[in-house]
Structures are given as structure tokens and as C-alpha cells.
């Protein structure tokens, strides 16, 4: 079974908000974390990734956090945009392979303006 | 820069109908080669992965397959479509390491089987 996987799948927020989602995943000995972005219609984008040797990393607007202690993730958006709104999934490397990424269920973003 | 293409975006078939979709890459060589689907609403299934030509791994048992003729084609086929065959199908290629990193995808054929 799929060892990433998200608390919410459905997320509302104002324009102008901050965006938080969630990501839980069970493997303890994952050392690498991506965030991707999917619009609708359209293959998923790269946002940000993250290495198990560290808690935060900051992108353009974007910040991942690392809890390695409750194996959980997060993904929060400052100030969010119309353009934010997509599908966003966690995805780990998967257990026992050199090669192959687990996505999690993905959760919905919707902006309302 | 590295790009990916895959085509065809769109596609309507009959159930019992033969399909072939195609990507390729440009602009990197030796790359993981993957094939995913995605349900409505749903999350990527993978389907096949290749770390070279000629070199498949089939993830879930289907009516599906995958071949690699060239370093930076990967073809998925089908020789009779079934109802379940409709998706979002995307192909994603990652750059050849110790251990895998990021991927990246290309935009997706969108399959109806009728």
C-alpha cells in the first residue's frame, strides 16, 4: 500500500491567505520528500523537495517542513493566488527501490477570490 | 534544457480498439522512463518504469505494455482496450543516480474508451 498520504483531501482558502497542506508518511527511513503541483488537465509540477537532513526549506513563496519525529510533512503557501489553485501531492522515494517515487492521494486547493 | 513530449494529448477509442501513446525526451541522456495513470479525481498508479532500452518493469498486471526502442522513447501500448483502460496517462523520466530524485512529467494523453 501507499505509505505517503494526506489528512485532508480538499482544501478552501481566501486570496491573500496562507496555505498549509499536509502530508503524513510512514517510512522512517525516507531521506528525500518532493511537492509537486497539478493543474488541471495537465502533468504534475516540481514545487519544491526537501532532504531528511533538514526541518525547512524555503522556495519562492513556498516553505516545506519536516517533521521526522511524527513522520509528517507540510507544504504552506504564503499569500495564496488564484494560480495556486491544483491539486498538490507529497511523494517519497519508495520503499526497497533505487528508481521509483510513492505519490500520495493529492489534495485539492481551491482559491477563492 | 531537458523537455518532455508525449502525444497524443487527446484520444477516443472504441473498447477492443488497439492504443499506442508515446513520449520522448529531449536534451538528457540514459533517463528513467515511466509510465503512470491517473483515474478521475484520483492519485498516479505506476504502470511501467525503464532504466534503459530494452529494460521494462511492469507494476500492475493489465492488458498494457510498455517498450523502449530508443534511449529517450518509451511507448505504452495496448492490443484491445478495455472499458478501465480510460485515464490521465503520463510519462515521467528522471535523470539515472544512486538513488531517485526528482521527476519530471510530461502533459498527459487523456484516454476515453467507449
Known amino acids: 500500500g501507499e505509505s505517503v498520504g494526506l489528512h485532508l483531501p480538499t482544501l478552501s482558502v481566501q486570496e491573500g491567505d496562507n496555505s498549509i497542506i499536509n502530508c503524513a508518511y510512514s517510512?522512517?527511513?525516507?531521506?528525500?520528500f518532493i511537492w509537486y503541483k497539478q493543474e488541471s488537465g495537465k502533468g504534475p509540477q516540481f514545487i519544491i523537495d526537501?532532504?531528511?537532513?533538514?526541518d525547512k526549506r524555503q522556495g519562492q513563496r513556498v516553505t516545506v517542513l519536516l517533521n521526522k519525529t511524527v513522520k509528517h510533512l507540510s507544504l504552506q503557501i504564503a499569500a495564496t493566488q488564484p494560480g495556486d489553485s491544483a491539486v498538490y501531492f507529497c511523494?517519497?522515494?519508495?520503499?526497497?527501490?533505487?528508481?521509483?517515487?510513492?505519490f500520495g492521494k493529492g489534495t485539492l486547493l481551491t482559491v477563492n477570490p | 534544457s531537458q523537455t518532455i513530449h508525449q502525444w497524443p494529448a487527446t484520444l477516443v477509442q472504441p473498447v477492443g480498439s488497439p492504443l499506442s501513446l508515446e513520449c520522448t525526451v529531449e536534451?538528457?541522456?540514459?533517463?528513467?522512463l515511466y509510465w503512470y495513470r491517473q483515474a478521475a479525481g484520483r492519485g498516479l498508479q505506476l504502470l511501467f518504469y525503464?532504466?534503459?532500452?530494452?529494460?521494462i518493469s511492469s507494476e500492475v498486471p493489465q492488458n498494457l505494455s510498455a517498450s523502449r526502442p530508443q534511449d529517450r522513447q518509451f511507448i505504452l501500448s495496448s492490443k484491445k482496450l478495455l472499458l478501465s483502460d480510460s485515464g490521465f496517462y503520463l510519462c515521467?523520466?528522471?535523470?539515472?543516480?544512486?538513488?531517485?530524485?526528482?521527476?519530471?512529467f510530461g502533459e498527459g494523453s487523456r484516454l476515453t474508451v467507449l
Open positions: 515521467a523520466w528522471s535523470v539515472q543516480a544512486p538513488a531517485i530524485g526528482e521527476l519530471f
Open positions: 517510512n522512517s527511513a525516507s531521506d528525500y
Open positions: 526537501i532532504r531528511s537532513n533538514m
Open positions: 511523494a517519497e522515494p519508495t520503499l526497497g527501490s533505487n528508481y521509483k517515487l510513492t
Open positions: 536534451g538528457t541522456s540514459n533517463p528513467n
Open positions: 525503464s532504466v534503459g532500452i530494452g529494460q
